[in-house]
């Protein structure tokens, strides 16, 4: 949305009847005197606001829906038995920006999932997703404060818009409850902070290099406030490449407090990260690695070794409307401590885009493969579209 007030100009044509007169001959100019030709009228900036800088405000949303079956394991009551729709998104924002040096973005969602540990039955609540700043430095370069998803996860890099199957890979999404086991995904979510922020556009040919250097609290997502005295530290090298392509490495140190006083204990996750993805005429490879290490402090137990990984790769076939197949293998291992708490997937997939519409469908079948000792029944379907706004 752009603010200016454009002018308007009105021209008016006269004729009269009868012979034209001969006009009569234009004195000859001075000889000591330069033509000068008559100063343009200034074309008014579009873009000028009333305060006489240039300011853009626009707002942006998507909607995404699914249906889900999940099976029913015969021998565990909370896996499974809740088949039907779900809002996976009901995002809405607003992006400014002021003299292309200083934006904005703020952002809800609607369809934030809370539910307890295990439990069938969720609420839909409403929730922030952005809130920051960016103060341009130099080209690039920006100084980003508020609210906000560091690049730690490779998945960060994926838009929701964009990304080919109806779910994020295991170990950026965790495995939520009535689909197995339940275990949280190893990423951290948003959070509160400051980030030197480096993301050139994409390029044609060739590569492009960022980076990010984020100082964030280490609390939960949707904590108000640090746990502790001390701050989350991230950094993030990234390479863009042709065909929305990139590699990404990334590493994290946060020391977290958790509990509730008298009980509160200091742990301290190092986390690093690595993904890429490629692009080679129709078809896309991707991939990601999460590994992390848990020290108690507090209790002076063993250490916690957890990793995740996926791989997947999707062809696009030429059609009337953009569609592409796939598959994907995910894997996620959330406690070095527990032998039992393996998970795997295999998906296979499809998207359709309709782009006058701005809408997509997505179809995935997944088989979810569990460690011998607490094997489940909880293969599913799922069916999704999505609107953008």
Not at 3 to 30: K, M, V, W
Not at 137 to 155: I, Q, T
Not at 250 to 272: C, H, I, K, M, S
Request: hydrophobic share 40%; charged share 20%; net charge negative.
């Amino acid at each position: 949305m752009l603010f200016a007030l454009p002018r308007l100009a009105a021209a008016q044509e006269t004729t009269t009847a009868g012979p034209t007169p001969a006009p009569a001959p234009a004195p000859a100019p001075a000889a000591d005197k330069q033509q000068v030709a008559p100063e343009p009228v200034p074309t008014p900036d579009r873009e000028v606001g009333p305060i006489g800088h240039a300011f853009t405000l626009s707002a942006f949303g998507y909607l995404r829906m699914q249906y889900i079956a999940v099976q029913n394991d015969p021998n565990v009551q909370f896996i499974g038995r809740d088949d039907g729709f779900e809002l996976q998104n009901a995002r809405l924002g607003v992006r400014g920006e002021l003299d292309k040096n200083v934006a904005f973005v703020i952002a809800f969602d609607g369809a934030v999932d809370e539910r307890a540990q295990n439990q069938v039955q969720g609420k839909l609540q409403v929730g922030l997703r952005d809130a920051f700043t960016d103060v341009r430095l130099s080209g690039p370069m920006m100084v980003r404060a508020g609210y906000f998803l560091a690049w730690v996860d490779p998945e960060s890099l994926v838009a929701d818009t964009t990304r080919e199957l109806v779910d994020h890979p295991l170990e950026s999404r965790g495995m939520r409850s009535t689909e197995g086991w339940y275990t949280p995904g190893l990423p951290p979510g948003r959070s509160l902070g400051v980030a030197l922020h480096r993301d050139p556009a994409p390029p044609t040919e060739g590569a492009s290099l960022g980076f990010e250097v984020a100082v964030q609290n280490g609390a939960d997502e949707f904590a108000s406030n640090n746990d502790n005295d001390m701050p989350a530290v991230s950094a993030a090298g990234v390479v863009r490449l042709p065909g929305e392509g990139f590699v990404i490495a990334a590493v994290r140190w946060n020391p977290r407090t958790v509990g509730d006083l008298p009980f509160r204990q200091d742990e301290t996750d190092y986390q690093g990260t690595l993904g890429a993805r490629f692009a080679a005429g129709p078809v896309q490879l991707g991939g990601g690695l999460i590994v992390q290490r848990t020290i108690f402090e507090s209790t002076g137990g063993p250490q916690q070794d957890a990793y995740g990984a996926h791989a997947q790769l999707f062809v696009k076939i030429p059609s009337a409307y953009p569609l592409a197949v796939g598959y994907r293998f995910a894997i996620l291992d959330p406690s070095s401590l527990i032998t039992t708490d393996r998970v795997m997937e295999h998906t296979v997939g499809a998207v359709m885009s309709v782009p006058s519409y701005r809408m997509r469908v997505q179809l995935q079948l997944v088989h979810v493969v569990e460690q011998a000792d607490r094997d489940l029944s909880n293969d599913r379907v799922q069916l999704a579209g999505e609107l953008s706004l």
